[in-house]
């Protein structure tokens, strides 16, 4: 027992305030991502399904397979590509979307930067678990 006590204190105790900080962290990334998302994304894309913009809702994106949003009209480049929209799916999308898959209807946006593409990640991974009964996988 003496043995022990010490030694779950040194694997839990530093461990919490970490994982405390982590969360600080996630939550400041995913502020900075709706920042960028309202200025970069919004203006074609609704966050939710019950606002529907010029684009395809991007709530639970990731994950989602691509272009299976229901009732919205993607072009057959989208539709047909059968990507799924991992993490990585999304960084090449965000850098260089028409050059990652030709044929999209989504105009270029080219963002490089992958600090801010992390932060546009982060910002739809919060948006991917509000309800995911409202997007078909
Ligand atoms: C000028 C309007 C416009 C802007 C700005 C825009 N998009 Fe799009 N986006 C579209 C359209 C239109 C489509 C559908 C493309 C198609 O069908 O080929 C689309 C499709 C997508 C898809 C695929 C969705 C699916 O269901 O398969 C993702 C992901 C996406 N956009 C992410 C983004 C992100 C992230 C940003 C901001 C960095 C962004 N878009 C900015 C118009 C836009």
Not at 43 to 63: F, K, M, Q, W
Not at 78 to 105: C, H, Q, Y
Request: hydrophobic fraction near 40%; glycine fraction near 8%.
């Amino acid at each position: 027992m003496k043995r022990i006590i010490p030694a779950l204190f040194l694997a839990l105790g530093p461990a919490l305030p970490a994982a405390a900080s982590e969360t600080i962290y996630e939550s400041i990334k995913v502020d900075a991502g709706q920042t960028l998302y309202d200025a970069k994304c919004r203006r074609c894309h609704a966050d939710d399904s019950t606002d529907p913009s010029y684009g395809p809702p991007l709530e639970n994106i990731v994950g989602r397979a691509a272009g299976s949003y229901p009732d919205y009209d993607f072009s057959v480049a989208l539709e047909a590509s059968g990507i799924v929209w991992t993490p990585a799916a999304l960084r090449a999308w965000m850098e260089d979307n028409d050059g990652f898959m030709p044929g999209t209807k989504m105009r270029h946006v080219g963002i490089t930067d992958r600090t801010v593409q992390d932060f546009i990640l982060a910002y739809l991974g919060s948006i991917t678990t509000r309800d995911g009964s409202a997007v078909s996988e």
